[in-house]
């Protein structure tokens, strides 16, 4: 895959974990919403592990105290591998 080709899809990954966020974010503040929420789904080929799996996970659950991190930690990362 070609940087230019890497650069969009991960633009667009961006822009619609940016949509999520806010569909989730309104919906739990008008409260249609339930605070845990969960999604995950398996990609069934791993550059990393030539006979492995990449596992994604998406959920949400109620904290007294959320971490803190940096705006360049919250970005999504694609990591080039050699």
Known sequence: ??????NVRKERIE??????QYEVVR?????????SLGFSFIVPRSVTFTSGVVY??????????PPMR??????LHVVKIR
């Open 27 to 35: 919906g739990m503040m008008e409260r249609e919403i339930d605070e």
């Open 56 to 65: 994604c996970e998406f959920r949400t659950r109620p904290m007294l105290h």
């Open 70 to 75: 940096s705006p360049e930690e919250r970005k």
């Open 15 to 20: 822009q619609l974990l940016r949509q999520l």
């Open 1 to 6: 895959m070609t940087d230019e080709k890497v």
